[in-house]
């Protein structure tokens, strides 16, 4: 049985319409969702990128899955709108706060930025106005192989005509150029209205051009491996990861003067198996060559 997803209901700060949206979604069957910031900067006005609400307090009991007996997942995802290179600062400490990392491009240079440079999960394709710029497969070729994703949402061709032909234009654009790889479908919705099934979505995919295998994934193992992507964006390629460790303060013996540090919870570096294997060869090579005999030089005949 196949996963549902939904990775973009728009975030507002009224909790009870987002609980209203979250177990909509989890009565059409999507098993996980993700609740998403828009963080807009302006040149004008600096604004401060949105710190996420923790899950907990929005929605303080999870529904349960319609055909299933677990509770839906909740992630957070933070969209940056590029309008200018600077408005997405790839060391910003405040990006750790989220689960998922997408940005939606205006420009054909910082399209190509997007695909090639920006460490992200998803790159938003607008769906609201014409697009100023062509995909061009280099740019789409270079995001698929390094693992982000396309995202379509289809919320917007919901509210107004207009924006349903921009949204079938650039969509079919972009299938033409991507071949139907890496790309997932979500709603962008902001009301529980706004949502539709997943396998309403999987014949909205073949409209968009998607076969049908393409579109179908695009609800479900695209949309995991993008939460795969994610998970390690943050370890290192999944090679090193930290967690929490509790430890207890030392204690000082009587008499002891000196001071002492101690950290309450300090973290450890797991290290993946075969990470490990290659750096216990390296050190076998060099305690080999430690305990080598050096070789011995001889002088030319007659010396």
Same mark, same amino acid.
């Given at each position: 049985?196949? *996963?549902?997803?939904?990775?973009?209901?728009?975030?507002?700060?009224?909790? $009870?319409?987002?609980?209203?949206?979250?177990?909509?979604?989890? /009565?059409?069957?999507? $098993? +996980?969702?993700?609740?998403?910031?828009?963080?807009?900067?302006? #040149?004008?006005?600096?604004?401060?990128?949105?710190?996420? +609400?923790?899950?907990?307090?929005?929605?303080?009991?999870?529904?349960?899955?319609?055909?299933?007996?677990?509770?839906?997942?909740?992630?957070?995802?933070?969209?940056?709108?590029?309008?200018? $290179?600077?408005?997405?600062?790839? +060391?910003?400490?405040?990006?750790?706060? @989220?689960?998922?990392?997408?940005?939606?491009?205006?420009?054909?240079?910082?399209? /190509?930025? #997007?695909?090639?440079?920006?460490?992200?999960?998803?790159?938003?394709?607008?769906?609201? &106005?014409?697009?100023?710029? @062509?995909?061009? %497969?280099?740019?789409?070729?270079?995001?698929?192989?390094?693992?982000? *994703?396309?995202?379509?949402?289809?919320?917007?061709?919901?509210?107004?005509?207009?924006?349903?032909?921009?949204?079938?234009?650039?969509?079919?654009?972009?299938? &033409?150029?991507? %071949?139907?790889?890496?790309?997932?479908?979500?709603?962008?919705?902001?009301?529980?209205? &706004?949502?539709?099934?997943?396998?309403?979505?999987?014949?909205?995919?073949? !409209?968009?051009?998607?076969?049908?295998?393409?579109?179908?994934?695009? *609800?479900?193992?695209?949309?995991? $491996?993008?939460?795969?992507?994610?998970? +390690?964006?943050?370890?290192?390629?999944?090679?090193?990861?930290?967690?929490? /460790?509790?430890?207890?303060?030392?204690?000082?013996?009587?008499?002891?003067? #000196?001071?002492?540090?101690?950290?309450?919870?300090?973290?450890?570096?797991?290290?993946?198996?075969?990470?490990?294997? /290659?750096?216990?060869? !390296?050190?076998?090579?060099?305690?080999?060559?430690?305990?080598? &005999?050096?070789?011995?030089?001889?002088?030319?005949?007659?010396?």
């Amino acid at each position: 049985m196949s *996963v549902f997803m939904d990775l973009n209901l728009v975030y507002s700060p009224d909790s $009870s319409r987002l609980q209203r949206l979250v177990e909509t979604a989890a /009565h059409l069957g999507y $098993s +996980t969702v993700a609740i998403n910031y828009v963080y807009e900067p302006t #040149a004008k006005k600096k604004q401060d990128i949105p710190a996420p +609400t923790p899950i907990k307090d929005l929605i303080p009991e999870l529904p349960i899955v319609q055909g299933r007996s677990r509770p839906i997942r909740v992630l957070n995802r933070l969209t940056v709108m590029m309008s200018d $290179s600077s408005h997405f600062r790839a +060391t910003a400490a405040e990006y750790r706060g @989220f689960d998922l990392l997408a940005v939606q491009p205006t420009t054909e240079k910082l399209f /190509h930025a #997007a695909c090639m440079i920006c460490d992200v999960d998803i790159i938003c394709i607008s769906v609201t &106005e014409k697009l100023p710029f @062509f995909f061009k %497969r280099a740019p789409v070729n270079g995001a698929t192989e390094r693992g982000v *994703v396309f995202e379509v949402s289809y919320a917007a061709a919901l509210r107004d005509s207009t924006r349903r032909r921009y949204t079938i234009a650039n969509s079919t654009a972009l299938m &033409e150029s991507c %071949r139907g790889r890496n790309v997932i479908l979500s709603s962008a919705a902001e009301t529980p209205l &706004e949502l539709r099934g997943p396998y309403d979505i999987t014949n909205l995919g073949v !409209l968009f051009g998607l076969s049908d295998g393409d579109s179908k994934d695009a *609800v479900s193992s695209s949309c995991r $491996s993008v939460v795969l992507h994610a998970e +390690t964006r943050k370890t290192a390629s999944g090679i090193i990861y930290t967690v929490q /460790h509790p430890e207890a303060p030392p204690t000082k013996t009587p008499g002891d003067t #000196a001071p002492r540090f101690c950290l309450q919870s300090p973290l450890l570096l797991e290290v993946h198996p075969d990470t490990l294997h /290659h750096l216990w060869g !390296l050190r076998e090579l060099t305690e080999t060559n430690r305990t080598t &005999e050096p070789l011995r030089t001889t002088g030319a005949k007659g010396s």
